[in-house]
């Protein structure tokens, strides 16, 4: 809801834990019922059968941390967008000749914004979302660097139950701020 209400519209579920695929179902219901006009994705997706059970689900979208033949397929049957993690220019090609059409940068913190511009010097038409150390101090780079998208992640989430509300939404508006 915070996300929500600070203006995200694009929202990545983690697949993490015995429990995420029913976790995601929950969001979802919640979701198409107080938020139509929001995405709803999962990431961190190893498997065929994750795929398939996410799309399923209703997953508009799938991301995972490296390029999976059996999760770009199922996503391909059910035409939804597929973001394969990459971290070397080879890794972009291959899954874009695959049929990719934006990869995601991962981990950004460790392959820097200096990859990004390289990458698009050699690869001009590819699409971008960076993901991992993106933040208010560094997303004006990434998004000047050629990426098309950026995943706010733990840097906006804070442990902490006070005040986490408030804190969440003053960091997305601040990067909207930024983007805009």
């Given at each position: 809801?915070?996300?929500?209400?600070?203006?995200?519209?694009?929202?990545?579920?983690t697949n993490r834990g015995p429990k995420a695929l029913q976790n995601f179902i929950a969001l979802d219901i919640i979701r198409r019922q107080y938020y139509p006009d929001m995405v709803l994705g999962a990431g961190t997706v190893l498997t065929h059968q994750a795929a398939s059970d996410f799309v399923d689900a209703g997953a508009s979208f799938i991301v995972s941390p490296c390029f999976i033949q059996d999760v770009m397929g199922i996503c391909e049957k059910k035409s939804i967008p597929?973001?394969?993690?990459?971290m070397t220019i080879k890794e972009i090609f291959d899954a874009t000749a695959a049929g990719c059409k934006m990869v995601k940068i991962f981990p950004g913190d460790v392959v820097n914004i200096g990859f990004v511009k390289a990458a698009k010097a050699v690869l001009p038409d590819i699409?971008?979302?960076?993901?991992?150390?993106?933040?208010?101090?560094?997303?004006?780079?990434?998004?000047?660097?050629?990426?098309?998208?950026?995943g706010l992640g733990s840097n906006y989430f804070e442990n902490q139950v006070s005040d986490a509300l408030a804190t969440i939404k003053n960091k997305i508006d601040a990067a909207l701020k930024t983007a805009v």
């Open positions: 809801e915070t996300c929500y209400k600070a203006g995200i519209r694009v929202f990545e579920f597929y973001l394969p993690g990459c699409k971008i979302m960076v993901t991992g150390g993106v933040n208010n101090e560094n997303l004006s780079n990434w998004l000047s660097a050629g990426t098309q998208a950026v």
